[in-house]
């Protein structure tokens, strides 16, 4: 189990990714307000297989060490490395279309770093008001602690190095971001707004968790133990694999009852995103505008 307080973790989870059961919390467009129940994490790479209109989670078994790839060990890294193969093929016979094709297959059949934090999403609510110094109306978006959503919360690799941001030194400076955060033990229990927008200064069509802003205050939130979700067993290997491919190459039956998620992912290579979850979540658009003695926060 990492922790965010330990500068050797840190790094360890960075240096990995080089080359590289509850409900999901997931980060949607705007403002997500979001606190961690411990600053502990578990982490590993995951492979997500899209059949038809399912798509399989299942972890690589190359684990941390592997980062992510061992083809003779993992039989989905192992179809990955197939539609690589077959790319070369396409590319050979001056085949375009079909190079793209399985290019995309391979780049979405890898396996993506997975950091995986207990956590609880908050609503947001929408306050607006006049600013004390320039008198110009101005609006901010704060949790809604009424509308809470106890899960697990995946991070990517990107999205864990800006949460380290919080947690570590200015060499220049020697002072942390905040002055309330001295550590990661400080971000436990606190909201922090994740906040998921399009890049104004590059040409990327995807948004992506460019910032996150912790508050002020850290909070006790009403939420029984035994409601918060085990990640112990994230990274166990699912013994299905064989069928899992054969599936994919259309060589068995897909199972009605067949167990998958499908969880948003930042894309680096495509910039293509998905974004279909179970649940629907609260977002930036669904927020109210309150007066300043109704706001939760």
């Known amino acids: 189990m990492a922790k ?6 840190r790094q360890k989870s960075i240096d990995v990714n080089a080359k590289s059961g509850g409900e999901i919390i997931r980060i949607e467009d705007g403002h997500n307000w979001i606190a961690l129940f411990f600053e502990d994490y578990i982490q590993g790479f995951i492979h997500w297989i899209k059949i038809g209109d399912k798509t399989y989670r299942r972890p690589c078994e190359a684990g941390l060490d592997g980062e992510g790839w061992a083809p003779d060990d993992c039989e989905y890294c192992a179809l990955a490395l197939e539609q690589y193969e077959l790319k070369k093929l396409a590319k050979e016979e001056g085949d375009t279309a079909l190079e793209k094709s399985y290019n995309e297959k391979g780049y979405k059949l890898k396996a993506n770093y997975a950091a995986i934090f207990k956590a ?5 609510v929408l306050k607006s008001g006049v600013n004390k110094t320039t008198k110009r109306p101005m609006k901010r978006y704060l949790p809604d602690l009424e509308k809470l959503q106890v899960g697990k919360l995946s991070l990517t690799d990107a999205q864990l190095k800006t949460l380290f941001k919080l947690v570590e030194v200015n060499e220049e400076t020697g002072d942390f971001p ?19 927008i399009k890049d104004k200064d590059s040409n990327k069509t995807y948004t992506e968790v460019k910032e996150i802003i912790p508050s002020k205050k850290v909070l006790e939130f009403d939420i029984d133990e035994k409601d918060i979700p085990d990640t112990a067993n994230e990274f166990d290997i699912i013994d299905d694999a064989e069928k899992i491919v054969a599936l994919y190459k259309g060589e068995s039956e897909i199972e009605d009852e067949g167990e998958y998620e499908e969880q948003e992912l930042d894309n680096t290579a495509t910039g293509k995103g998905k974004g279909k979850g179970k649940t629907k979540e609260l977002s930036t ?3 109210e505008i309150l007066d300043d003695d109704e706001i939760p926060f």
């Open 120 to 124: 609880v999403k908050m609503g947001t």
């Open 4 to 9: 965010l307080s330990s500068a050797k973790d």
């Open 178 to 196: 905040y002055s309330f955060i001295e550590s990661g033990k400080d971000l436990e229990n606190r909201p922090m707004d994740f906040k998921k």
């Open 285 to 287: 658009a669904d927020a």
